[in-house]
């Protein structure tokens, strides 16, 4: 949307100023007492639930559409005969259930896509549309249904850069219909995705542009009419791949014309709360997270207390909207594995629903038990956790965080490290890395340990807790 903005501010003088952010984190945020002037999330249903922000929005436009659905490899759609025939969420269970269908979706508690595809699938199986509760996300069919998700991210254009890497491994990917088109049109994947649109109903992202600022209404005013003519429509249709909300303009033959059935959102920001919480801790697939900790010399200080800080945020400290969804999971296996010049035992804990205080707090004993000295041996470190991930529990989903303060000074090189995964096993190869730029670490290795691995790199540098908190969205 960005080249289109640049027009809006040519034609209206108005500039508007992004700040990115995940959709439960920008609720937390304006319930913190955050002012800006706008907000444009992809759906503003969980926003408009929350009471404390009760008469905040002044107005509310919608600017463009894109449901959330399944797109599959075209060749498995036509060998289950999905192409050009009514499929129902159901089906779509039986599949993953099967081990058939392999797909990608984001976080729903930390991306907008995965919660609506969450809700719009609890609502279509259950057969309760908005009276839906967090018991019905434990039923058997949704059990199936989350089988199949073997890739998971915090925002749904990191996960479809994931998909297209990982598209030999993966036949499915749940996502916005833009994001799927814009892959077919890419030239990225090895055969298009056939997009199939649940006969029992989806969730459509329709972009409202919310006003919060009254003083702001005349420059708002400018800049909807401006997004909403028909010029610009079309040119979002055609450069974004986003359904027009302006009658006007025609629809692309990109897009099905057949009417798309509507799922209803809950009434009650509680409900989806409850809903997210028994998805993470009953429904998922299980976590196994495991944590490569730098605590050499220069870790010393302001450093190591930011460290433990941040994992004690992830063990029940941080009380906010997103903390609260970004704690360990039941179920969950959480692995300390600290490094200086040597690397030193793991520590795991298993969260059981059953001890979930008494575990947290094992996890956050070993936080404040780390402490700083010697050099730092990153690859060895790194090693072990891979061969930890070797010995993950059947059926969990595994991923590793790096998270170092300096370059390599003992142990093993990047190189001997590229060496050694690439004669892992296929399995641990799925295990991605995701990296922490933290004090003075090497920006390039952090970078390429990631890209080699499948993972991502995060800026740890302002705020080590913000990182690890939204790395939680990717595990």
């Known amino acids: ?21 995940g959709t439960l984190d920008g609720v937390g945020r304006l319930l913190g007492g955050e002012k800006p002037d706008l907000v444009w ?57 099967s081990g058939e269908l392999k797909y990608g979706m984001t976080n729903p508690a930390a991306s907008n896509s995965g919660m609506t595809a969450l809700i719009g699938v609890v609502a279509a199986l259950s057969g309760k549309g908005d009276a839906i509760t967090a018991a019905d996300v434990r039923a058997d069919d949704l059990k199936q249904f989350f089988k199949g998700q073997a890739l998971t991210a915090g925002s749904s254009g990191w996960l479809a850069e994931a998909f297209v890497r990982d598209q030999k491994k993966l036949n499915g990917l749940i996502n916005y219909e833009s994001v799927l088109l814009s892959l077919n049109r890419s030239g990225q994947l090895g055969e298009p995705l056939e997009l199939i649109y649940p006969e029992d109903g989806l969730v459509t992202a329709d972009y409202p542009l919310m006003l919060l600022n009254e003083a702001q209404r005349p420059a708002y005013d400018k800049v909807v009419a401006a997004l909403r003519s028909e010029a610009v429509q079309s040119r979002m249709m055609s450069e974004t791949l986003r359904r027009p909300v302006n009658p006007a303009v025609k629809l692309a033959p990109e897009f099905p014309s057949s009417l798309l059935v509507e799922l209803p959102f809950p009434a009650s920001a509680d409900v989806i709360d409850a809903v997210l919480a028994s998805f993470l801790n009953e429904t998922r697939r299980p976590a196994n997270t495991i944590f490569v900790l730098d605590v050499s010399g220069s870790m010393e200080g302001d ?31 959480v692995t300390l594995i600290p490094f200086s010049g040597e690397v030193q035992p793991a520590q795991t804990v298993q969260i059981r629903r059953q001890s979930r205080a008494e575990d947290l707090g094992r996890v956050r004993q070993a936080a404040q038990s780390l402490e700083s000295g010697g050099d730092t041996n990153i690859y060895a470190a790194l090693r072990q956790a891979y061969q930890e991930a070797a010995q993950a529990p059947a059926g969990s989903y595994t991923s590793i965080v790096l998270m170092t303060d300096g370059k390599r000074t003992a142990g093993p090189s990047l190189n001997e490290f590229r060496d050694f995964f690439a004669a892992q096993p296929e399995a641990a190869r799925q295990v991605k890395t995701f990296t922490v730029l933290f004090g003075d670490s090497d920006v390039a290795e952090m970078k390429e340990v990631a890209a080699l691995t499948g993972g991502r790199t995060f800026d740890g540098t302002a705020q080590l807790a913000a990182a690890f908190k939204e790395i939680r969205g990717y595990q």
């Open 41 to 97: 999330f992809s759906h503003a249903k969980y926003l408009e639930l929350q009471g404390g922000l009760s008469g905040r929005i002044l107005s509310s436009e919608k600017i463009m559409l894109s449901p959330v659905v399944l797109g599959v490899r075209r060749s498995d759609a036509e060998r289950w005969d999905w192409k050009g025939r009514p499929v129902t969420w159901k089906d779509i269970a039986a599949k993953a259930g």
């Open 1 to 21: 949307m960005e080249p289109i903005l640049a027009g809006i501010e040519q034609e209206t003088g108005v500039r508007l100023k992004l700040q990115y952010v």
């Open 303 to 333: 450093r190591l207390a930011a460290l433990k800080a941040a994992l004690e945020n992830l063990s029940g400290a941080d009380k906010s909207l997103s903390g609260r969804f970004s704690t360990f999971a039941d179920r969950e296996r």
